[in-house]
């Protein structure tokens, strides 16, 4: 698939701009055909438009899955990519339930290093909020609009400089809880990564925006009432305060994505002594055990949103907060405890982090 040319600006101003509007200065790419299967070998290109066919398969029939990890400045210098065989291994999900072909883990590994290799240095090392963020894309490239799986494809792997995803501080978010729209359904792809799951989701991102909140609330598809995620986010409730506290996160059903954030976080609260369950919790639930204070805390977590506390809800003509509306202690300490190990400020116990050379830093 050839590559027109395109200048990009600096990435310094990739942190003034938002989330996903400003561009380092290549990109990774790599295609599969059933009769020579991957290439072996990463290319590196200037970043730059794509042309392609208009009858290319993924744009018609949405073969297209796509992940998000970061890579961040640690101390003592280099870089290291926060659990990129995590990503690759949901990778490989997400394309096993769009019948794409998977991604050896390796090669997702080998074009994260190459991508980080040549534009790590787009990461300034005076600002420990900014981090690299990586969006690894695979689409059918094939020019034909037979009604089957694609036979070419095309992964692409670009990335830019960002800080936190709704700011640079982690201020609590307003909620709305969708009743009229469901983001998955059983035997869907609700635990793919793919694009179609987030266009579906815009109308009622919108409806929160003109309700004066940051993010939508997810519930089943089936009954309405159990909280799934939040966005493209997942969600934890903390039940009490202090070291008896328990973090408790919805079960995984198969309609809501498996986040690799979500997985570290419960390793992590584990670790402090915190109770970690996973359990369905309702809407009304959620709302009688925050008015009664037995649920004290809530927050969103994911790449984008690290670790982002919710104060309020609301829920068509009612509303109420979490905590007084403030963020809490533990969510506070288990993003610390998150960001320690991304950072290299705290050792990586279970050896999350790979680490790249030490690339220029920007100035």
């Given at each position: 698939?050839?590559?027109?040319?395109?200048?990009?600006?600096?990435?310094?101003?990739?942190?003034?701009?938002?989330?996903?509007?400003?561009?380092?200065?290549?990109?990774?790419?790599?295609?599969?055909?059933?009769?020579?299967?991957?290439?072996?070998?990463?290319?590196?290109?200037?970043?730059?438009?794509?042309?392609?066919?208009?009858?290319?398969?993924?744009?018609?029939?949405?073969?297209?899955?796509?992940e998000g990890l970061k890579t961040h400045r640690r101390r003592g210098g280099g870089l290291g990519t926060f659990r990129p065989d995590a990503?690759?291994?949901?990778f490989q999900r997400s394309a096993r339930r769009l019948a794409m072909p998977?991604?050896?883990?390796?090669?997702?590994?080998?074009?994260?290093?190459?991508f980080v290799g040549r534009d790590g240095e787009a990461l300034p090392a005076d600002d420990g909020r900014l981090s690299l963020y990586l969006r690894p894309v695979l689409f059918a490239s094939e020019?034909?609009?037979?009604?089957?799986?694609?036979?070419?494809?095309?992964f692409l792997l670009m990335g830019f400089v960002t800080?936190?995803?709704?700011?640079?501080?982690?201020?609590?978010?307003?909620?709305?809880?969708?009743?009229?729209?469901?983001?998955?359904?059983?035997?869907?792809?609700?635990?793919?990564?793919?694009?179609?799951?987030?266009?579906?989701?815009?109308?009622?991102q919108r409806a929160a925006t003109e309700a004066g909140c940051q993010q939508v609330v997810w519930l089943d598809p089936v009954e309405r009432q159990w909280v799934e995620e939040m966005g493209g986010m997942?969600?934890?409730?903390?039940?009490?305060?202090?070291?008896?506290a328990a973090v408790v996160t919805p079960p995984l059903t198969g309609t809501l994505l498996p986040g690799v954030t979500r997985d570290s976080l419960k390793t992590l609260a584990a670790r402090r002594g915190y109770l970690v369950t996973e359990e369905r919790i309702s809407v009304?639930?959620?709302?009688?055990?925050?008015?009664a204070g037995v649920i004290t805390e809530t927050f969103a977590c994911g790449t984008a949103a690290v670790?982002?506390?919710?104060?309020?809800?609301?829920?068509?003509?009612?509303?109420?907060?979490?905590?007084?509306?403030?963020?809490?202690?533990?969510?506070?300490?288990?993003?610390?405890?998150?960001?320690?190990?991304?950072?290299?400020?705290?050792?990586?116990?279970?050896?999350?982090v790979r680490h790249h050379p030490h690339p220029a830093a920007s100035q």
């Open positions: 698939m050839p590559v027109a040319d395109r200048t990009v600006g600096s990435p310094r101003v990739t942190a003034r701009r938002e989330f996903g509007e400003w561009f380092t200065d290549h990109m990774v790419l790599l295609t599969w055909t059933p009769e020579t299967g991957w290439e072996n070998r990463p290319r590196v290109l200037p970043f730059g438009d794509l042309r392609f066919s208009p009858a290319m398969a993924g744009l018609h029939y949405g073969q297209v899955v796509f990503h690759a291994r949901r998977e991604m050896p883990e390796e090669l997702f590994l080998a074009a994260v290093d190459a020019p034909s609009l037979a009604l089957r799986p694609a036979r070419a494809y095309t800080g936190g995803f709704f700011s640079d501080h982690p201020d609590p978010v307003s909620v709305l809880i969708s009743r009229e729209y469901a983001r998955a359904a059983p035997g869907g792809t609700g635990q793919a990564k793919c694009a179609g799951n987030y266009a579906g989701a815009f109308l009622a997942n969600l934890f409730f903390v039940r009490g305060t202090g070291p008896g009304g639930q959620w709302r009688e055990e925050c008015e670790v982002t506390p919710v104060g309020q809800v609301r829920d068509g003509e009612d509303d109420w907060l979490i905590g007084g509306g403030k963020k809490g202690p533990v969510t506070m300490e288990l993003r610390e405890a998150l960001t320690d190990v991304q950072q290299g400020l705290a050792p990586d116990t279970w050896e999350w």
